[in-house]
T-cell receptor, first 115, second 114 residues
Framework: DAGVIQSPRHEVTEMGQEVTLRCKPI?????LFWYRQTMMRGLELLIY????????DSGMPEDRFSAKMPNASFSTLKIQPSEPRDSAVYFCASSPGTGRYRGYTFGSGTRLTVV | GQQVMQIPQYQHVQEGEDFTTYCNSS?????IQWYKQRPGGHPVFLIQLVKSGEVKKQKRLTFQFGEAKKNSSLHITATQTTDVGTYFCAGPFDYGGSQGNLIFGKGTKLSVKP
């Protein structure tokens, strides 16, 4: 299995531009998570999908952030418009499901820099 | 809200010394997971503990889950330079009995001097 695949690996964009991050979870995994990692705040959950349905988006910072999962093999996280404070590493992770005892598999992350 | 706290935040050791990181939850956990993130890398799942008082070993790593299922520890014996990285504990936020998202501690960053 190729694992969780994220693209792009690095993104540098100007403030105000739209940014789209992509994630392909492991086939058969029912749960997908978007995390943001910064030095100050650590790993923060942004949104969590189960069977393609958003379950908890309380971590999404504001309306500029949106996430979709149109099918079981693809998810996007969009920031529009982007701001310098959005600079962080964004991780996508998947797990086999809502069973209690499931470790997450993380993708390699997207390092976003907004200038 | 639910919180998972880890100490210390940083640990610098000489190669060959032991290392321990501690994790405490504000609530009782159904299970606790440990992850390792190498510099520039992504978190990698190490292990999951489920039972009260459980102890598991992976070579030089020993993981413990407290009797009250609110705390955990990771101990590394005789550290090596390959142990460098940040170690995170994580506990599930339960949604009415089923596991929702994991809440991660801030991690302990381990550096090892050769």
């Amino acid at each position: 299995d190729a694992g969780v695949i994220q693209s792009p690996r690095h993104e540098v964009t100007e403030m105000g531009q739209e940014v789209t991050l992509r994630c392909k979870p492991i086939s058969g995994h029912n749960s997908l998570f978007w995390y943001r990692q910064t030095m100050m705040r650590g790993l923060e959950l942004l949104i969590y999908f189960n069977n393609n349905v958003p379950i908890d988006d309380s971590g999404m910072p504001e309306d500029r952030f949106s996430a979709k999962m149109p099918n079981a093999s693809f998810s996007t996280l969009k920031i529009q418009p982007s701001e310098p404070r959005d600079s962080a590493v964004y991780f996508c992770a998947s797990s086999p499901g809502t069973g209690r005892y499931r470790g997450y598999t993380f993708g390699s992350g997207t390092r976003l820099t907004v200038v | 809200g639910q919180q998972v706290m880890q100490i210390p935040q940083y640990q610098h050791v000489q190669e060959g010394e032991d290392f321990t990181t501690y994790c405490n939850s504000s609530t009782t956990l159904s299970n606790i997971q440990w992850y390792k993130q190498r510099p520039g890398g992504h978190p990698v799942f190490l292990i999951q503990l489920v039972k009260s008082g459980e102890v598991k070993k992976q070579k030089r790593l020993t993981f413990q889950f407290g009797e009250a299922k609110k705390n955990s520890s990771l101990h590394i014996t005789a550290t090596q330079t390959t142990d460098v990285g940040t170690y995170f504990c994580a506990g599930p936020f339960d949604y009415g009995g089923s596991q929702g998202n994991l809440i991660f501690g801030k991690g302990t960053k381990l550096s090892v001097k050769p």
